[in-house]
């Protein structure tokens, strides 16, 4: 077995040296009746590099991949192009093969990485301060609801519409065991986003309103008078925003006075991997610092004067506060946060600008083309590089239809809302630098035929 | 002072020997780095475009065009390349040596593993695509499952919970629910040992259970009578490690189960440990009815200097029922299903819902299963075999240099552990594991778990060599020969990494969390 170094003579003199006749002697302690005397029967036994490679290969061929067709989902998970230098930077064993950086003195690399990271989604996301990562954004979405309930001392929350459904789903699920009330709705297919409904709907008892920006349908909106009706009543405005890299076009959530700043970051050098390991991002306002759940990693020095880094503050963690910790979250997603980063100093921010400027001049030639095909519809007066249509049928056979056609044509609103009827004919169709004018006119001419 | 046993000179400033300090303070290959914000610029860009990128005028965002200064810096490509060469350079890995970190199975992260997780057709599939595109995904989420299953004898899987703690959370909730659908909500009682992972009880309380803690014996194991004693009509949940956080296995574990579930309770083990176990125990012959798995420990998927993790939770009959969406199903066809909101209501009525947007870490699963397809059944026991055999190998080694207050009672599992009991007075479990450092190791688990007063916990894993295990051996024999006999400079250990001990307290007292630009020198002076 090739990960294993031990020869059997080793064994035996290893044996020897502890005093066990037989590897069986070091289990005694395995109650006599739950032991297996051999392999787990009905599994295959162990096998090589290649045989392994050619049964992973087999089952990857069944999927369609992205970059091979014409491709146009997003709902969350972005593609962008990624450059070659962040995957071979992440894949050095001093990165990829290194713990939570408990010992700093040799963890320096990581350390100081995420200090740069920490940074970069702070001054990204308009806040004082971000943390060293969440798991991804719809969790990091939920903790940020509950450290509004401990800064506010109140219990309920508001949803817009506009946030993804999936983020919807997971606050719906914590919310059954932590009492939080919330308050939720479908979005309309309409220009419009909900923020006027939003404002009337604060109270004293609010917590927190949850707006994503942009939002599920790509609707960009001002939050500035939703984070002052917030604020004249107590409550902290959490905005969630899933495409980081449109705060590259359009200001950022900090800057119009969101108190909490979430976000997906695996726009950002991590790829799309059928939904797994992304990066949650997640900023503050200073002042709740020490409400925020997950790993802070703060400069300092060290005996001898110089500057390093440590994780800190980390009695809101479960390790030392256990059932008093500000969250249970332990592991988070450091590799993914190392992609983030470089893949952010790589843009820079004229780079981020660029990205962003001809992902949004790309939708904006999309949106124009397809709104041309007869029966089509663009329900956005404003966007990213996202944008819905209200098709003339339902959008979500169309999409299968097309995805046979060897179109991956967007996410039908049918998928992420099942059973909401006045949803079922929209569709969103991302554009990103990846997406070519040829993508565009082959989906355009292929809608128009099966609408036809 | 004499030469010591391990060579040192104590009284020898051993950072620079001889040698004048450096202009630049590099140390030959030991190189210092700038933060990228004093070293980029917000013009400079590492990445070429085809088009230019003018928004123009006719932009339809919103009229929010980002018109402020973001402070982005940007490093052209090969300044991006050694700042983070650089910075990888000043980080212990398991690619580097042995990393006996207890609890955290830092084993050998097989490269086959990151090669297939790169294959286009798992690297670069969108979680929305329709279902008929993406069978081959579905196929490895199913198979990884039934591989899970099947290796832990339990009934169900949830394959969604991003990490340890997060799996946590996933049993716990299936518990609650469960225990609501029986209309025993009432049951608000979790029951953790002491020696547990912070995660356990905070988890608990996350989900709205109070948590009451069990004593262990003298001999590092559950206190089985008092456990039984505090079972009753308000008890949900014991959440028990195993093999637990001492190293040492739950003997009691099956009787503990019965008399849980005698008394109406569910038993969650935090699957952690598995590695010692795996192949020669299933957790479901235990009693067991929730218990999540960490593929970056059992499964050898990379730590990543801190994730990303996964933590699959395997599933009693009773439980599951209760998991989170979404799932998978193969059907009698071979189409795999992934079963969602729209879908469950009619086969899975019960579930306690999403935990997580789309399908939990695909990346981790291919690495996962990679990693299972090349050990099979018979390599997974072995790893077992040789995980315990070389952490008695360890502890048998050391009892004799350190105090190991459990090796009286039998064999370890995984994982050896030791106290600071016979180190000299004024020095602590700390200073031992600075030791360490300079002898080119990565330091133990070190302060848990709490029941042993400064607990070193050795976890050396499967993939040392004896050699490799050999020479950890001697080092940190020597190190705690230093201890004993009070060489004072283990005191400033470690001399030889890229820092000295950092101050951890300037840290949390006045927390830097962001870089900011330094005030210029005029202002700075007021």
Redesign the interface.
Known sequence: MRYLPLTQTDREAMLGVIGAATIDDLFVDVPEAARLDGPIAGLPAHASELSVERHMTALARRNTVAGEVPFFLGAGAYRHHVPASVDHLIQRGEFLTAYTPYQPEIAQGTLQMLFEFQTQVARLLGTDVANASMYDGSTACWEAIGMARRITRKGKAILSGGLHPHYVSVAKTMAKYTGDALETAAPTLTAETDIDALIAAIDGDTSCVVVQYPDILGRIADLTPLADACHANKALLIAVVTEPVALGAIRSPGEMDADIVVGEGQSLGVGLQFGGPYVGLFGCKDKYVRQMPGRLCGETVDADGRRGFVLTLSTREQHIRREKATSNICTNSGLCALAFSIHMTLLGEAGLRQLAAINHVGAAAAAARLAQVPGVELVNDSFFNEFTLKLPVEARPVVRTLADRGILAGVSLGRLYPGEDALANGLIVAVTETTSAEDVETLAAALQEILA | MSINQSGWRPEMNV?TGNAAPTFT?NKALMLE?A???EI????????D????????D?????????D????????A?PE??R???R??????????GL?P?GS?T?????R?N?????????????????V??????L??IN?LAV?LI??TGMHGVAMSP?????G??CGI?CI?AALEARGEGHRKVVLVPESA???N????????FK?EDIPATAEGRVDTAALKARLGPDVAAVMITNPNTCG??E?DL?EISDAVHAAGGYVYCDGANFNA?V????PG??GVDAMHINL?KTF?T?????????GPVVLSEALSPFG??PFTARQADGHIALI???TAGDDHPHT?????????????F?RA??YI???????????A??A???A??V???LEGSLDAPFAGA??C?HEAIFSDANLAEGFSTLDV??GL?DEGF??M?VY?PLVVHGAMLVEPT?????A?LDQFIGALRSVAERAKAGDVSLK?A?HF????????T???RK?????KEPAPVAAAAE
């Open positions: 950072g303070g780095e933060l990228i914000f980029g610029s917000t013009e400079t860009t590492g990445v475009f085809a088009d230019s990128g003018d928004l123009g006719s932009h339809k965002l919103g009229g929010l065009f980002r402020t200064p973001i402070g982005l810096p940007g490093l490509e991006a390349v700042h983070y060469t910075l990888s350079r000043q980080n212990y890995a398991i690619d580097l990393f970190l955290c830092m084993k050998h992260n097989p086959l990151e090669k297939m997780a790169r294959l286009p057709g798992f690297a670069d599939v969108h979680p929305l695509q329709p008929d595109t993406v069978q081959g995904a196929a490895v198979e591989w099947e290796l991003k990490a340890g703690a997060h946590e959370l909730l609650k992972h912070g995660t009880p905070a988890t608990a309380a996350f989900a709205g948590v040492l296995f003997r099956k176990i192949g020669r125990v299933r012959d235990l970056h050898s990379p730590h990543g200097g801190g994730g990303p993790g996964s989170p969406l969602e909101e729209e306690f819902g999403r935990m997580v947007a789309f399908h939990g870490q695909m990346g981790m291919t299963l990679t397809l090349s050990h099979g059944a018979d390599g997974l026991r072995q790893v075999e040789d315990v055999l070389n008695n190998y502890l048998r080694s039998g064999p599992m594991a600075k450092i990565h330091p688990t848990f499967e993939t040392e060599s004896k490799a400033s470690p990494a890229p820092r000295s001990r950092l101050d951890e300037l840290a949390a927390p830097v969390l962001v870089w």
